[in-house]
């Protein structure tokens, strides 16, 4: 079965750059959510969108944008990087928000993100 | 604002033994959903089991049951008949079902499965 799908999965950058991660959700499902990993911790919940418009917003730095697409991929801009932000971003994606029966949603594999 | 809490931040259990991981949340709503994911060293997040919290049933999933006490506000995860490949970092995530459904998640709970 088609899983959701990010790209890239690893990424270098330095300090002050400009970094684009991709997500494609699974087939049919219209919500996406970022998610970031730090070292050691648990997943914090960045931000979502349902039928490209944000549903949500979490712990996301003012520096980082995202917009869900018209196809529904999305893409996580982050930009002025810090050496903080190196971590693993989550894509996770649902048909339905938590609102409608409560999807589960599932994750892609991850985007390594290390900022030197 | 919703919390989850593990408070076991390692656990081990032998080969073929069962093991429970313990899981509690703080909200105030009465309508959401429960969910434990399991994180291998190859990061990725893998769904083991759901509950929705207006169900008294407890949820199974092969070897894989919760107990699921919605007073108490405790969400266990027991594994039954471990394997060496169950050994992973466990999550325990709320998600309320009012609002855009993001979850909130535990600190983790490393397994270890002993041969």
């Known amino acids: 079965a088609a899983g959701v799908i990010q790209s890239p999965r690893h990424l270098i950058k330095e300090k002050r750059e400009t970094a684009t991660l991709k997500c494609y959700p699974i087939?049919?499902?219209?919500?996406v959510y970022w998610y970031q990993q730090g070292p050691g911790q648990d997943p914090q919940f960045l931000i979502s969108?349902?039928?490209?418009?944000?549903?949500d917003k979490g712990s996301i730095p003012d520096r980082f944008s995202a917009q869900q697409f018209s196809d529904y991929h999305s893409e996580l801009n982050m930009s002025s990087l810090e050496l903080g932000d190196s971590a693993l971003y989550f894509c996770?994606?649902?048909f339905g928000t938590g609102a409608i029966l409560g999807n589960t949603i599932y994750f892609g594999e991850g985007s390594w993100l290390t900022v030197v | 604002a919703q919390t989850v809490t593990q408070s076991q931040p390692e656990m081990s259990v032998q080969e073929a033994e069962t093991v429970t991981l313990s899981c509690t949340y703080d909200t105030s709503e009465s309508d959401y959903y429960l969910f434990w994911y399991k994180q291998p060293p190859s990061r990725q997040m893998i769904l083991v089991i759901r509950q929705e919290a207006y169900k008294q049933q407890n949820a199974t999933e092969n070897r894989f049951s919760v107990n699921f006490q919605k007073a108490a506000k405790s969400f266990s995860l027991k594994i039954s008949d471990s394997q060496l490949g169950d050994a992973a970092m466990y999550f325990c995530?709320?998600?309320?079902?009012?609002?855009?459904?993001?979850?909130?998640f535990g600190d983790g709970t490393t397994l270890t499965v002993k041969p």
């Open positions: 995530a709320y998600r309320s079902a009012s609002n855009a459904g993001k979850s909130t």
């Open positions: 969108f349902y039928e490209k418009m944000q549903s």
């Open positions: 087939p049919r499902h219209d919500t």
């Open positions: 996770a994606s649902s």
